[in-house]
């Protein structure tokens, strides 16, 4: 058998950056790995012993399959709680990872060639579980100058009469902008008009650093699934456990959906996830911390390097560093780093082509010590 037995959208599959990035990880030794966005955190202690106790004393079985009765309690709780906003429990799905429930969501919403909006520089799964749910991808820029904010007249530029879904992602991946109030509104405001559904990724939610984080579904509760999880802001991301709130009747065609995927999530990684967000007002603020500290030590690295430059990190646990200075593509640049010093980058090509080029991230999922030594190594290269 050879690959002409594959299915012909995977013959000559598109080139995939991050994974790239991944096998050039693995390949040199002594690097210094800013590539990937999984944190350097153990996950607390509690939540282990939480969900170990659980286990021992029987959770061992499948739950329901859009989660136990507990884990969609605790959901409704958590967003009443810290939000403000009721939901049901027919609305909340436990998935594996957030990007699970985007994927469920796409294939319930979308019919073939239907026009997904999506904001520039993106998370580049996106892309690909649009097209693997039979979509379009559309992509709308944002730019450094504007601080990656969606201009809501371009979004309105992009709509036609094939558009279904927009995509949001704030705080952002890659930028660490952080969507304004007004900007959140003003979407809210076309999705409404226009009859659009929002996919908001919030699994950044915690790492707002310099305003109040706010939820997309508290504009268009109607129009919103939000998809999220516990993966970064409370340093769980090997638990792969996240959730979606969604309309009842979205969550239901989602649910005949992956049925016939995962049926369920991990019984442990739910355990250990209602423990967490029972006690995130202690468990998160540390993790959040650490990372806000590091973004604050990269900017001052960043500034004492000709050749780097980078606006201030509003979000996240990344920084988007514009290097037109260099002269160099994302690709070339990340190549060349990673050859001279050791140090691995994303390019920024990866997250979308038409700014991307000019930017590499960094994931600050390093101490700040090897963070220092990143830098230090950078501030001998010349461009």
Same mark, same amino acid.
């Given at each position: 058998?050879?690959?002409?037995?594959? /299915?012909r959208?995977f013959?000559?599959?598109?080139?995939?950056l991050l994974?790239?990035?991944a096998? =050039?990880?693995k390949?040199k030794e002594d690097?210094?790995d800013?590539?990937?966005?999984?944190?350097?955190l153990?996950? !607390?202690?509690t939540?282990?012993e939480?969900?170990?106790t659980d286990? &021992?004393?029987g959770?061992?079985?499948?739950?329901a399959p !859009?989660?136990?009765k507990?884990?969609?309690?605790?959901?409704?709780d958590?967003?009443q709680?810290?939000?403000g906003?009721?939901?049901e429990c027919?609305?909340?799905?436990?998935t594996?990872?957030a990007?699970h429930g985007?994927?469920l969501?796409l294939?319930?919403l979308?019919?073939?060639e239907d026009e997904?909006?999506i904001?520039?520089p993106?998370?580049?799964?996106?892309?690909?579980?649009?097209i693997?749910s039979? $979509?379009k991808?559309?992509?709308?820029p944002?730019?450094?100058e504007?601080g990656?904010?969606?201009?809501?007249?371009?979004?309105k530029?992009?709509?036609t009469?094939?558009t279904k879904?927009?995509?949001i992602?704030?705080?952002?991946n890659?930028t660490?902008?952080?969507?304004?109030e007004s900007t959140? &509104?003003?979407?809210a405001?076309?999705?409404?008009?226009?009859e659009?559904?929002?996919i908001?990724?919030?699994?950044y939610e915690?790492f707002?650093f310099?305003?109040k984080?706010v939820p997309m579904?508290r504009?268009a509760?109607?129009?919103?699934i939000?998809?999220?999880?516990?993966? &970064?802001g409370f /340093?769980m991301?090997?638990w792969?456990?996240g959730?979606?709130?969604a309309?009842?009747?979205?969550?239901?065609? /989602?649910g =005949?959906i992956n049925?016939n995927?995962t049926?369920?999530?991990?019984?442990?990684?739910?355990? $250990?996830a209602?423990?967490? =967000?029972?006690?995130?007002?202690?468990l998160v603020p540390?993790?959040?911390e650490v990372?806000?500290?590091?973004?604050a030590?990269?900017?001052k690295r960043v500034a004492?390097?000709?050749?780097l430059?980078l606006?201030s990190?509003s979000?996240?646990?990344y920084a988007?560093?514009?290097?037109s200075?260099s $002269?160099l593509?994302?690709? #070339?640049?990340?190549?060349?780093?990673l050859?001279?010093? $050791?140090v691995?980058?994303?390019?920024?090509?990866?997250?979308?082509e #038409?700014?991307g080029?000019?930017?590499i991230?960094?994931a600050?999922?390093?101490p700040?010590?090897?963070?220092?030594?990143?830098? !230090?190594?950078?501030?001998? =290269?010349?461009?």
């Amino acid at each position: 058998m050879d690959k002409s037995k594959i /299915a012909r959208r995977f013959q000559q599959p598109a080139e995939n950056l991050l994974m790239n990035i991944a096998i =050039l990880a693995k390949e040199k030794e002594d690097i210094i790995d800013l590539s990937i966005g999984d944190p350097d955190l153990i996950t !607390d202690p509690t939540i282990i012993e939480a969900a170990y106790t659980d286990v &021992k004393n029987g959770a061992t079985n499948y739950t329901a399959p !859009d989660g136990s009765k507990e884990f969609l309690s605790t959901v409704v709780d958590f967003y009443q709680k810290k939000y403000g906003l009721s939901v049901e429990c027919n609305q909340v799905r436990a998935t594996v990872g957030a990007m699970h429930g985007m994927y469920l969501v796409l294939q319930a919403l979308l019919d073939p060639e239907d026009e997904v909006i999506i904001h520039e520089p993106y998370f580049s799964p996106y892309r690909e579980q649009v097209i693997l749910s039979g $979509g379009k991808p559309v992509f709308v820029p944002t730019y450094e100058e504007k601080g990656f904010q969606l201009d809501v007249e371009d979004l309105k530029a992009a709509i036609t009469d094939r558009t279904k879904v927009i995509v949001i992602n704030s705080p952002n991946n890659p930028t660490g902008a952080v969507f304004s109030e007004s900007t959140l &509104k003003k979407i809210a405001e076309v999705a409404i008009e226009n009859e659009l559904y929002i996919i908001s990724d919030e699994i950044y939610e915690d790492f707002s650093f310099k305003e109040k984080f706010v939820p997309m579904a508290r504009f268009a509760p109607d129009n919103t699934i939000t998809v999220s999880g516990v993966s &970064k802001g409370f /340093a769980m991301t090997g638990w792969r456990l996240g959730y979606m709130i969604a309309p009842a009747y979205i969550n239901q065609i /989602a649910g =005949l959906i992956n049925e016939n995927i995962t049926y369920s999530a991990p019984t442990a990684s739910q355990r $250990g996830a209602i423990y967490a =967000l029972k006690h995130y007002e202690q468990l998160v603020p540390p993790v959040v911390e650490v990372f806000k500290e590091r973004l604050a030590y990269v900017e001052k690295r960043v500034a004492e390097i000709p050749y780097l430059s980078l606006s201030s990190v509003s979000g996240s646990m990344y920084a988007f560093i514009n290097i037109s200075k260099s $002269g160099l593509d994302s690709v #070339t640049f990340v190549e060349e780093v990673l050859e001279k010093s $050791g140090v691995l980058f994303v390019p920024g090509k990866a997250f979308g082509e #038409t700014i991307g080029d000019n930017y590499i991230r960094l994931a600050a999922t390093q101490p700040l010590e090897i963070l220092g030594e990143a830098f !230090d190594r950078l501030a001998k =290269l010349n461009f």
